[in-house]
């Protein structure tokens, strides 16, 4: 049972180098998530989408931009990276907007 | 105010105690609770939701008081199994009527043996 496969699980990247972050969930959920995590605090919701073809901002967008042409991937994007943007970064789908099945994450690093 | 509060900790009790975390939500139109656990460098996972009448799920117990905007779990003879990091998770609706969940910081909890 694959659920949410968040990939890589570690990345480096030099401050104006661009990435893209990759989430794949098998569970057919409409909604899907992208949550930062900084040490000692709660998750920020960057994104979120409620099915395929529809995205919308979260509470911390600015950096980012992410897709959703299919069901299964909502991939997260950043394009000038800056050490602001180190993080631990979470995708999460769920059903109906309520019980959130959550990636295994990704800790990025920006120097 | 933050959205949701929480008392950071950490909590440390030794093992088979009974210990209790609250949280508190500003928003009176929320609609549905939940405690999630994360532990070290992993991913947050659902541990239960929370139901207006509470509910219990072994040795977990969560309540909702609505009239005082606040959420509870309590922890019965708690195992060493149980240091994580529990964060109270609130529903909310967007202006977009778009379901989001607000997670707040999360409470520290380590068993000792």
């Known amino acids: 049972n694959a659920g949410v496969t968040q990939t890589p699980k570690f990345r480096i990247l030099k401050i104006g180098q661009s990435m893209t972050l990759q989430c794949t969930q098998d569970m057919n959920h409409n909604y899907m998530y992208w949550y930062r995590q900084d040490p000692g605090m709660g998750l920020k919701l960057i994104y979120y989408s409620v099915g395929a073809g529809i995205t919308d901002k979260g509470e911390v967008p600015n950096g980012y931009n992410v897709s959703r042409s299919t069901t299964e991937d909502f991939p997260l994007r950043l394009e000038l990276a800056a050490p602001s943007q180190t993080s631990v970064y979470f995708c999460?789908?769920?059903?109906?907007?309520?019980?959130?099945?959550f990636g295994s994450g990704t800790q990025l690093s920006v120097l | 105010r933050k959205e949701v509060e929480q008392d950071p900790g950490p909590f440390n009790v030794p093992e088979g105690a009974t210990v209790a975390f609250n949280c508190t939500y500003s928003n009176s139109a929320s609609q549905s609770f939940f405690w999630y656990r994360q532990d070290c460098r992993k991913e947050p996972k659902l541990l239960m939701s929370v139901y207006s009448s509470g509910n219990e799920d072994g040795r977990f117990t969560a309540q909702l008081n609505r009239a005082s905007q606040y959420i509870s779990l309590l922890i019965r003879d708690s195992k060493l199994s149980d240091s994580a990091t529990y964060l109270c998770?609130?529903?909310?609706?967007?202006?977009?009527?778009?379901?989001?969940?607000?997670f707040g910081s999360g409470t520290q909890l380590t068993v000792l043996p």
């Open positions: 999460a789908s769920s059903y109906a907007g309520e019980k959130l099945f």
């Open positions: 998770v609130v529903n909310s609706i967007s202006s977009g009527s778009a379901r989001q969940l607000t």
